[in-house]
């Protein structure tokens, strides 16, 4: 009996070592997850990841991807050069220039062809002389039938030309002003302005207190409420 409990004892003691030993598998799942062991990389890589993200939506919302290249600007044509300024070319001053010297002129020599002298005439033989052109004779104006001047009596007077008669003119009332046109006079009860005409006179100007006509070859001045017939 002691053999039996002995061997009993052995095993009981074989299984509590095992027990000792072995992984407990459930009180690793139970765990929590910060008490995991992590990666010292995995924080820098997120952050990294997320700032390229956020980098490639702001250039596509700023129209980076459907931005156009700019047009290159039209070439401007560059201004002519003035005539003055255009490089000429000169003459060089080693060509030989020839001068164009007309041919010259034959001298006629006197002493091949002398003068033949005049024709003597014989003597006592009367040279005719030719007579000038005569001119045709102007017709002589005649007289025209002028009627004499009218002969004056003696002793009658010599009357003077009659003078134009001064038309009845009454200025009553004037409207003066700065400008010429604006200027107006009542005469015989009608509105006139400078230059117009009143009875065959003419207004010449208009004064504040007077109105100067013209009247043939005549002037006179009205003053303001009288007429002519007070002069």
């Given at each position: ?7 009993l ?26 008490a ?5 990389w995995?924080?820098p890589a997120?952050m990294?990841?997320?700032?390229i ?9 700023m129209?980076?991807f459907?931005r156009?290249p700019?047009?290159?600007a039209a ?10 300024k255009?490089?000429t070319?000169k ?32 003597a ?6 030719q007579a ?11 007289p025209?039938n ?5 002969l ?11 003078t134009?008669?001064?038309p009845?003119?009454?200025?009553t009332?004037?409207?003066?002003q700065k ?6 006079a009542?005469?015989?009860g ?13 207004v ?5 207190d ?15 409420g009288?007429?002519s017939?007070d002069?």
């Open positions: 009996m002691s053999s039996i409990l002995k061997a004892q052995k095993l009981e003691q074989e299984k509590a070592i095992h027990r000792q030993g072995a992984p407990d598998v459930a009180a690793d799942i139970v765990k929590p997850a910060a995991r062991q992590r990666s010292p995995l924080i997120a990294a990841g997320m700032t993200l956020a980098v490639i939506v702001t250039y596509a919302l129209g980076g459907s156009h700019p047009v290159p070439a401007v044509p560059q201004a002519v050069a003035p005539l003055e255009i490089a070319t003459p060089s001053a080693d060509l030989p220039v020839t001068a164009l010297v007309p041919p010259p002129r034959p001298i006629p020599d006197s002493r091949k062809s002398p003068a033949q002298p005049a024709p003597e005439l014989p006592g033989t009367a040279v005719p002389q000038p052109p005569r001119k045709p004779a102007l017709p002589l104006p005649q025209q002028q009627p004499a001047p009218p004056q009596a003696k002793g009658e007077p010599v009357t003077p030309p009659a134009a008669k001064l009845a003119l009454k200025v009332g004037i409207a003066w400008d010429n046109a604006s200027r107006l009542m005469i015989n009608a509105a006139v302005l400078e230059g117009g005409m009143v009875e065959g006179a003419r010449d100007e208009i004064f504040p007077r109105v100067r006509f013209t009247v043939g070859t005549r002037t006179i001045e009205i003053p303001l009288k007429s017939d002069r």
